[in-house]
Structure formats: C-alpha cells, structure tokens
C-alpha cells in the first residue's frame, strides 16, 4: 500500500466535473453514482429540447443514442452490433436466462452470494426444470476447484460477476472462461460493479454474455445499460419482450411481418428511456477519454490508502487485500463493538456516503475521490472535528 496518492492532473480535471465533491465526500459508486456536470446538462439540455421541440429532436437523439452502442462496444471490446441498450443488469440477464433453449436437467453454475440481480433470473428457470447450482465462496474469494467441480456435461452456463458486491473480490474471468467451455458451456458476466473502471475485452477474455446497469461506476442516470450478446450466440436466444424495434423494418409500422434485426438490438423491443441513454452516452464518453486501466489504477491506490488510514484508527478489514490483482473499488471494514448503522447514519449527517453490506460498513471511492475525501472518512470516525460542518 502507497502512503500517499500521486498528483495527477487527470484526477483533478475529472474532479472538477463532479458536483457532488462541493458537500460530500462520496464513497458509495457501488450503489447509485452521483451525476458527473456533462451527464447532468445532457439530461436538463434534453427536458428543455423535448419541452420545446418534441418528436421534432427524434432523429438527434436517435443518433446520440446509437453513439452510445458504438462507445459501449469500445467499452467491452465487442462489436456495435454486439450490443443490446437495456434498462438494467437485471434486464439484460433475463433475456439471456429466458430466451436460452434449456431442456429439463440442464443446470447453471454460480456463486452463493451473487447479488440478486444474477441469481433470481436463472432460478426462476426452475419451472423448465433447470437446476441453479450456488457454489459457496471465502466471503466472496472463489475456489476455482469448487467452480470447476460444480459443473458437469449438463451445464449450459456459468455466471459470475466481476467484482462482488459486498467483499470487492474482483475474479479472475479468463480462467472462469476456461472452466466453462472446458464443459461446453457458455459464460456470463455481470460486469456492474467493475464495468468502466478496469479493462475487459469479451473476445480476449472468453465472455460469451455481459450485462452492466451505467447507475454505478459508470457515472450514469438509472434505467439505462448494456448487455453484450456475442454475435455468433444471437440466434440462440429467443426474444421474449418483442417489439416493432426487433424489426429490420423498424420504422414501417405498415409491414407486419416477423423478421428480426440481426444485432443484438433485436432485444430493445419498442421505446427506450431515451434520456438516460443520453446522460449515459456522455458519461462513458467521459470515461473512454480518462481509460479504464488508468482509473482502474487510480481507484485502487485510493482504496488501498483508505485501507492503511482506516487501519491505523483501528478498522478492521474484512476484504481480502492480498493480491492486487482481485482487488477493486470496493472495501468492507469493521468497527469493532459500534453500531454500523448508526456510524453510517452519523457520517451522512456530517458528509460522508458510504453503505452497510455484508455485515461491514462499504466503501466505493471512483477515481475523482482523492486524499482529502479519506482524511475526512478517518476523521468524521475517529469523531474527531463534528460539529465544523454543520
């Protein structure tokens, strides 16, 4: 762990474009991201011109939101016709997990605790006689053997996310790749809690689906994402949720006649959240610009300064910190003999937004926080200076 964090003037121009830093020292990009300035005007520019000018702005936004197909490609390393614009993570695994052609007996091999967004999907194949197989993980650090040993000749997927929720273990998807197709399954991602700030590329990596809501470490409004759907697997999904915008003849409301797009865009259906694709296209345009392996970077000195800070005061870290290359942006510690919600509920009085999960309090810094955001953490938990803020 460094002392200190390097002076970048990246850093500081991306901080200047966050708005939250005036009141908060703002450490939970694991659940919902504060607005960076360009998304916030995007979304206000947007209101004023629907106000004004209605179905006549349709074709501008229409070519923003196809931008932001090509940017998301850029993002995962896949194609823009890879990709599917989708309101959640949770959207995005459903239309793989009901569109797959299961047959009773086939099974899905996951992590005993995936958020639920990637667990209840695949569960609730049940009903076609599709077995969910949770594999028990060391506070989120997975044994690759159990993985490997979970899976058998009727496993048609395996699923992970990237980064846990709760413990910031980041896995090592190469090699989960490898288990999978070694029993000729498929491989799905769910790439929230990572997606935007470490690098990924689907092909290099051996990832067959990904999906990722933008409301996290992607700096976007809610109700807009992506999945990525692998061009040769298209055809192996149904679409389930269709609409006249699965249509190569999208626009021709005349011609009634099923004959789907050949992208991923087949699974948009009809009307999208049309605004927060916007404000999501000009955050991960931001994003792209800083690049993911630097933020990654960045990020990963913060929490680990985070980790010596709050040790030295007494904190106990709960993530497994041990090798760098399955840390992330998220880290659990504990305050042994206080109350969690109550310190959480105390620091957001006085400025500082963290969460409680996993039965520890959770910090998810981006790359904008910098070493005086920390130095307040410690402080407002040492209880040291309350009052001076208000």
Sequence with gaps: ?????????????????????????????????????????????????????????????????????????????????????????????????????WQPGDNVVTLADEFPANLYPWMNQAYRG???????????????NW????????????????????????NDLPAIAEIAHRRGALFFVDAIQALGTFPVDVRAMGIDFLAAGGQKWMLGPEAAGLLYIGREHLDRLRVCCIGHGSMVHASDYTRIEIHLKDTAARFEGAAANMVGFLGLAASVELLLELGAEAIGERILAVTDLACRRLTEIGAVVASHRDNPRHNSGIMRF????????????????RGVVLSVRGGGLRISPHAYCNEADIERLVEEIRGEGRGARG
Aim: charged share 30%.
């Design 1 to 101: 762990m460094t002392g200190k964090l390097t002076e970048d003037p990246r850093w500081e121009r991306f901080r200047s474009q966050m708005s939250v830093v005036r009141r908060w020292a703002y450490f939970d990009h694991a659940a919902v991201s504060p607005l960076p300035i360009p998304t916030a005007d995007t979304v206000v520019a947007w209101a004023r011109d629907q106000s004004e000018n209605g179905v006549a702005s349709w074709l501008k936004c229409k070519a923003r939101y196809e931008s932001l197909r090509s940017m998301a490609a850029e993002l995962v390393g896949g194609t823009p016709e890879e990709i599917a614009l989708v309101r959640s993570t949770t959207e995005g695994i459903n239309i793989v997990a009901e569109g797959f052609s």
């Design 334 to 349: 504990d305050l042994p003999g206080r109350d969690l919600q109550q310190v959480r509920r105390q620091l957001l009085e």
């Design 147 to 170: 993985l490997a040993d979970a899976c058998d000749e009727r496993t048609r997927i395996v699923t992970v996310s990237w980064v846990g929720y709760a413990s910031g273990w980041r």
């Design 130 to 144: 599709v077995e969910t197989r949770r594999v028990p993980t060391d506070d989120g650090r997975v044994d690759l």
